[in-house]
């Protein structure tokens, strides 16, 4: 008998959002640009607590948040939130010295969906305006899309039937538990996300085995200055070596390198990093699927790729390379990404050996880095 497959149904309803910043200016060019949109503003805050009584009356589907406002701050609301277990997604809208870039990363560590640069010095408001409206609106939708989820049965991802996926032995006894574990192998780990990525790799990280096998990499998409703050809270996180990639690394099996924002992180034949500064590529930099084409060229079938939560396509083409060399390729189920978009892309062109939840990921990646 064949599994049933659930597919989401077409998105129509106009996101909910509530708008909370302390300029009166602030929140009205953000709720113009968001009703231009699409999306239905549903009420306004000027701090923290106006923003989690709003959040309790209207429950929205997104509440942007200016980390800068008077009283609660933006990991308070967080807390808030989830102890009045509202899933509204939250975007954080905010001008980011460096100090705040920590608490930005912590803020999207703990759940918030995406951060947006207020426009400022080397942010244009034209930029401004597509950063906070997509982000906003996908969002939205994935907002409504997990509500929908919440209501259908487990079953397969849309795409994918049961006997296309190899099947992981979560929960295995015959499989040491994470704190223990370990992979001498020439097998590589690079880690493909976007939106939602922060808070998923807090998770996935500490359960990591050390060594892993000939090393490891993360191509993360984050605003430019904020990868160095995501390395140093993984690094405090696992007891591999976690840090922001530099031109000249080279992989190590203790080590995680973490692409830097706003450059490519490309691969000599040799196998040395390079920071690239070429242009942005679907409108991201890094982009993933550079960085797996190249590893894939130098290591073949010993590459295991782990496609996660994120908006948009990246990692596909990647995944493509990494099938033809014979490796295997691992995507986050659409039962808890934040955003089912990359890994989506990479089911529904038949590459995922493996579709895992966030909780399953540990299991998977450790019995694939371990295969012969």
Known sequence: MSTPVFTAPKLVIEPRVIVADDSAVMRQMISDLLVEAGCKVVAF????????AACQLHK???LTLDLLMPGLDG?????????????????????????LVERAVDVLSRGATEVVRKPAAGVSFGE??????DKVMIAGSAQQNLTWLA????????????NQVRSARIGDPALPPPAT???????VLIIATSTGGPRALGDLAPLLPVPLGAGSVIVQHMPAGFTKSLARRLNGLTRLDVREA?????????????????EHLRFSRKGIAQLSADAAIGGVRPRADLTITDLTAIHGRRIVLAVMTGMGRDGLEGARAVKSAGGIVIAQSERDCTVYGMPRHVIEAGLADHVATLSELPDVIYEAMSAR
């Open 151 to 162: 209501s259908t049965p487990a079953t397969a991802s849309a795409g994918t039937s049961t």
């Open 246 to 262: 530099e031109s000249g690394d080279e992989l190590d099996s203790a080590a995680m390198l973490v692409a830097r924002a706003g």
């Open 128 to 133: 401004f305006t597509r950063d906070v409206t």
């Open 75 to 99: 990991l308070g609301v967080l807390d808030g939130l989830a102890r009045m277990n509202l899933p509204t997604k939250v975007v954080v809208v905010s001008s980011f010295s460096t100090s």
């Open 181 to 187: 574990r370990s992979v001498i192998s020439t097998k």
């Open 60 to 62: 929205p589907d997104v």
């Open 45 to 52: 805050a000027t701090n923290g607590i106006e923003a989690l």
